[in-house]
Structures are given as structure tokens and as C-alpha cells.
């Protein structure tokens, strides 16, 4: 049998007395088996498993086996239905649970994408956290401790405390993804926002050149956001027939296509640039789960940063930059013009994401053009759209962004001009004709809006002043 090299980390700093009312000990046996055992202070009246994003009613439930717990001289078998445990409350604590999760399924594609879910490739294995652990109603915070083979590591993106265990508030486990096992992995950057990076099957052998652009992404971001908490993020890239990822609280899993080439890194590195900046355009400004009409902002603002970030960093030319302005203003234009959206607003189309794309991500990355170049204008280019995103993450953490909020933010960096336009551009279906602004910087704009096509090329003699608004946005 391996040596097992027991590994313990924390997701908060916890004072020295503080006693868990829960302690998970998670044993992996193999990349696709792994036993728990969890210490209760009492009988749970509730165990349960997070199903969100699993694309299953019983979300990963089923894949627990030789589920009993123990309270005292009693042992019990917890009947399921769904995602949920009976259990007898009549027991006196404290108890035991202990459980097996059959990972096997990390073998397969999963139902709604792999990257929900899990991966192996026979070194190493990666899977949502979601998927090990029963939670129960028993109030109180949480300790973690991860055993595994000595030859193995373990990659999650929480901290340690100073004790090396994990503890998290009730849930707070079940948001995030663990990878472990001869990983090829390692951290890619730093700043206050630092990057763990673990690659799978053939990216293992373009790990260097996609820790390059991750370190170059994150550098980007960290200078935009100086007042960022330390962070720690996990990125995780599998390879799959589609590129298709999921965020996570803290962190993203993505599937891509390999081998990953240099000349379409504005395809897969902007995939990369873009679930980055959810962390602080989602995560950090969160709306209402019921709210969509901020997605748009959600979605369409975090593409506009992720393309700076690319071609700001270097790694992508400007060429490719100008096609992907070109892009996002075709479908912003065909979105208004086309009698295919009748009368739905930019605000309106995060009501329907998928049949509404086009108002929602290239709409919304329109929206933040023109309010970056309004801002930029307004102050002689002292203050940007960054100015803005800023102002918002000084909010309570506890705070929901709303269309308000973000009205009146956009007023006190810019004026109520700049929030007129802002409103105008979301609520009703007229064009902010995003073309002026691009002519101001010696990019040439030609094409038609009925049927989604747009060019952009430089101006062959621009202005100095030109020149000067064009490298002072985009660097070049």
C-alpha cells in the first residue's frame, strides 16, 4: 500500500481555541475513489449535497456508496431520495458519518460538459468540489483535512491556516474544485490576485506557454485592481471537443480543444482573460440571482477587459484585436437593426441569455466602449472605465450590484451626460454609434448592420491626436 501524506489547508483564518462543529476527513484511495469521514457534535436532522450547475435533479448524490452513521452504540443507513439523506433524530450525538464517492464518472464525458464535473487522466484527477462532500444543518463552521498518497499532490485554491486545516461557514466547501493526484501544476503569478494553474492530458505539455499568458492576464488585472484582497484562483484546463468552462467561487474549469496555437490565442487566451475577470465582475459585484438585468454588464463588460487585457499584455496583435472590435460591433448593430429581436432592450436580453446573445455579450461590450471612451474624453484621459468598476468594488461585499447602483456610479466619475447615454443604450433601441468613437482614433469603420458585417483598418495618415487616443486605450 502507498505511504499516505495527510495534507491540511483552511479557506479562513480561525482563532487557535475555536472547535469545528464539523470535521471532514477526505482519504482519496485512488484518481477515482475517495472515503470521508465526518464528525458531528450531534444527530443531523438533514444531510444533503449541493446539485447547482451539475445539470442533474440529484446532482453527484448518486454516485455516494456505503453511506451509515454512527451515533454512540447506534448505526444507521441514511435512506435517500434526490439529493437528500433521511436520518433517524432520535440519536444521541455525537456522531460519525462515513461515506465512499465512487469518482469514476471523471472517466466520461459528463452530461452538460465535463468541465462541470470531473476529469482524470490517469496521473491526475480533478472534480468539483461539490461532488465529495455531504453537508448537514448543524450549524457552525466547518474543518477540512485531505489524506493522500505521499507522490501526490493536492491543488485547491484555499489558504492554509496556521494550524494547515480548512474551515469554511456551513456550505462553504461546496463551491469551489480540488485537483490531486501527479499533477503538472503551480502557481503563475503574482500580486494580490494569484493564479494556480493545472493542466490535464496533452495542455500538460503547453503548460509553460499557457502559464505565460496566465501570468500576463493576471499582472493586467492586478494593476487595474491595486486594492484587491490576496486571492488565490485555480484555474483548471482540460482537453475536449469543445471549448466550453464553469466559474467557481474561486476559480474556473475549462475544456479547449488541444493543441492550443499561438495564432488563435485571441480564441482560447481571451476564454481564459474572461472567466479571470468574473472573479471581480460576478463575483465581487454580484447581482441579484433573480436579476437579469445586468447581464449585459456581467457578461459583456468582463469580454471588453478580458480583450484589453490580450492585447494590452502583447499577446495578440492588434489585427486580431481589431477583428474582435469589429465582431462585437456587428452583432450590436444587427441586434438592434434585426426585426428577429422585435423590441428587446439591451437591459432586457439577459431574460433570455442563449436567444438573446448578441444583445447581451457584444451589446454589452459596446456599452462599455463608448462609456470608457466618454470617460476618457470628459477627463483628458486622466480617468477610464476602470474608474468606474473601481468605485464599485469599494461597495459592502454584503451589497447587491442594480442598474442603479451602476447609473449612479457612472455619474459621479463622469457626469450625468455620460449616465444619460448609459440609459439611453440599455433601455431603449437606439444606436450610441459606437463608430464615432473609433474614427476619433483612426480606425476606419465600413460595413452594414442588417446582416452582421463590419470592418475596422487603420487610417493610412491619423492625427497625432488620434494616435495619441488609440495607444492610450488599447497600446498601439
Known amino acids: 500500500m502507498k505511504p499516505i501524506l495527510t495534507i491540511v489547508f483552511a479557506a479562513l483564518l480561525i482563532p487557535a481555541a475555536y472547535a469545528a462543529s464539523a470535521v471532514y476527513d477526505v482519504r482519496f484511495i485512488s484518481l477515482t475513489e475517495s472515503e470521508v469521514t465526518v464528525e458531528l457534535p450531534q444527530s443531523p436532522s438533514e444531510l444533503y449535497m449541493l446539485t447547482a450547475a451539475s445539470g442533474k435533479d440529484d446532482g453527484f448524490a448518486s454516485y455516494v456508496k456505503d453511506i451509515a452513521l454512527t451515533c454512540g452504540t447506534q448505526t444507521i443507513l441514511p435512506q435517500r431520495s434526490g439529493a437528500t439523506w433521511k436520518t433517524a433524530q432520535t440519536l444521541l450525538g455525537p456522531c460519525t458519518l462515513h461515506y465512499r464517492v465512487d469518482l469514476s464518472f471523471t472517466r466520461e464525458k459528463w452530461e452538460v460538459g465535463n468541465e462541470q464535473a470531473g476529469f482524470t487522466d490517469g496521473r491526475g484527477t480533478f472534480v468539483v468540489s461539490k461532488a465529495l462532500f455531504i453537508e448537514s444543518d448543524i450549524a457552525g463552521l466547518r474543518t477540512v483535512n485531505f489524506h493522500l498518497p505521499a507522490n501526490w499532490a493536492l491543488l485547491t485554491p484555499w489558504p492554509s491556516a496556521p494550524d494547515g486545516s480548512f474551515h469554511f461557514d456551513r456550505d462553504g466547501e461546496l463551491g469551489d474544485l480540488i485537483a490531486f493526484g501527479q499533477l503538472s501544476a503551480g502557481i503563475t503569478s503574482s500580486g494580490a490576485f494569484r493564479v494556480k494553474l493545472v493542466t490535464f492530458g496533452d495542455f500538460s505539455r503547453q503548460h509553460s506557454e499557457i502559464k505565460d499568458v496566465i501570468e500576463k492576464v493576471s499582472s493586467f488585472y492586478n494593476s487595474l485592481f491595486p486594492d484587491t484582497p490576496p486571492t488565490s484562483y485555480l484555474v483548471v484546463l482540460l482537453p475536449g471537443d469543445e471549448a466550453d468552462g464553469e466559474a467557481y467561487n474561486l476559480g474556473f474549469a475549462s475544456t479547449m480543444q488541444p493543441p492550443l496555437k499561438r495564432n488563435d490565442r485571441i480564441v482560447w487566451a481571451n476564454a481564459i482573460a474572461h472567466e479571470m475577470f468574473h472573479y471581480w465582475n460576478g463575483r465581487q ?14 457578461e459583456g463588460f468582463t469580454e471588453y477587459f478580458a480583450n484589453l487585457a490580450l492585447v494590452r499584455s502583447g499577446l495578440v496583435p492588434p489585427d486580431d484585436f481589431l477583428h474582435k472590435v469589429a465582431v462585437n460591433l456587428g452583432q450590436y448593430e444587427y441586434f438592434l437593426a434585426s426585426g428577429l429581436f422585435n423590441d428587446v432592450t439591451i437591459r432586457a436580453a439577459g431574460q433570455k441569455k442563449g436567444r438573446y446573445r448578441f444583445g447581451v455579450y457584444a451589446s454589452g461590450w459596446i456599452i462599455a466602449f463608448v462609456l470608457d471612451q466618454e470617460i476618457r474624453t470628459r477627463s483628458n484621459q486622466q480617468k477610464s472605465l476602470v ?4 468605485l464599485l468594488l469599494k461597495s459592502p461585499a454584503s451589497s ?31 444606436s450610441i454609434h459606437p463608430e464615432h468613437y473609433l474614427l476619433d482614433m483612426g480606425l476606419d469603420v465600413a460595413g452594414q448592420s442588417y446582416q452582421d458585417e463590419f470592418y475596422i483598418h487603420k487610417t493610412e495618415s491619423p492625427t497625432a491626436e488620434q494616435l495619441a487616443r488609440r495607444r492610450a486605450w488599447c497600446d498601439f
Open 285 to 298: 459585484l454580484r447581482a441579484s440571482d433573480r436579476d437579469n438585468d445586468l447581464e449585459w454588464f456581467n
Open 387 to 390: 474608474d468606474v468598476m473601481r
Open 400 to 430: 447587491k450590484l442594480t442598474v442603479p447602483v451602476l447609473l449612479d456610479a457612472v455619474q459621479q466619475v463622469a457626469g450625468s451626460d455620460v449616465r444619460q447615454l448609459l440609459e439611453k443604450g440599455i433601455s431603449s433601441r437606439e
